[in-house]
């Protein structure tokens, strides 16, 4: 299946705690994105790498970290959890992204609970 | 003050009915508006799109886009139980060389049989 995948798709750990999340794209983009959903369904953009480049970082905590091995994987390390960080996270892919509009393909979510 | 404002509902009509869902803007640069669908637990897919004031069709919905009064809507006809999910329209900037969307809250809608 040619998709956005994401691993876990649930992740339930304790305050202080460090955890990842991976993506991997197979539509061969080179593009990819972090969204963070609160519990009220407002999706906010986070982060997004152009071939492994860096281009969108926004205000989020330095505790997130992304990081891009290669084109087809963006992977989301967060340290020192807290409550707040309680959400659903969505990575998306999208070919050509660094200008205009291109359809942004989204993964199926990791449900984050910290406890 | 959000840069795009969306009632999150819900809202819930019955099976067959005319739905209208509406998102407002502050900012005239947006260029390119977007309608996702997003099922529960799942992640958004992109339902339509326009970068021109006016109306574009796809079956039974239609997105129309006013840039004057900022105002986008997105209309489904012969509403069906299958179209219950949450709806978020979302904007991309003239200038923007980032790709970067801003969304709405997205709307909860249910379709009662």
Redesign the interface.
């Known amino acids: 299946d040619t998709a956005?995948s994401q691993t876990p798709k649930y992740l339930v750990t304790q305050m202080g705690n460090d955890k990842s999340i991976k993506c991997e794209q197979n539509l061969g983009h080179d593009?990819m994105?972090w969204y963070k959903q609160d519990s009220?369904?407002?999706?906010?953009?986070m982060f997004?790498y152009?071939n492994k480049e860096l281009?969108?970082n926004e205000t989020v905590p330095n505790r997130f970290s992304p990081k891009s091995p290669d084109k087809a994987h963006l992977n989301l390390h967060i340290n020192s959890l807290e409550l707040g960080d309680s959400a659903v996270y969505?990575c998306?892919s999208?070919q050509g992204?660094?200008?205009?509009?291109?359809?942004?393909f989204?993964?199926?979510?990791t449900r984050l609970t910290v406890l | 003050q959000k840069e795009v404002e969306q009632d999150p509902g819900p809202l819930s009509v019955p099976e067959g009915a005319i739905v209208s869902l509406n998102c407002t803007y502050s900012n005239s640069a947006f260029q390119y508006f977007m309608w996702y669908r997003q099922y529960s637990r799942k992640g958004p897919e992109l339902l339509m799109y326009t970068y021109s004031s006016g109306n574009k069709e796809d079956g039974r919905f239609t997105a129309q886009v006013d840039k004057s009064s900022k105002y986008i809507s997105l209309f489904i006809r012969d509403s069906q139980p299958s179209d219950s999910a949450t709806y978020l329209c979302a904007m991309i900037y003239r200038s923007s060389n980032t790709g970067k969307l801003i969304f709405g809250q997205g709307t909860t809608l249910q379709v009662k049989p």
């Open positions: 956005v593009t994105y009220k369904k407002f999706l906010k953009i997004s152009n281009i969108i969505f998306a999208s992204g660094a200008r205009g509009w291109n359809e942004q989204f993964g199926p979510g």
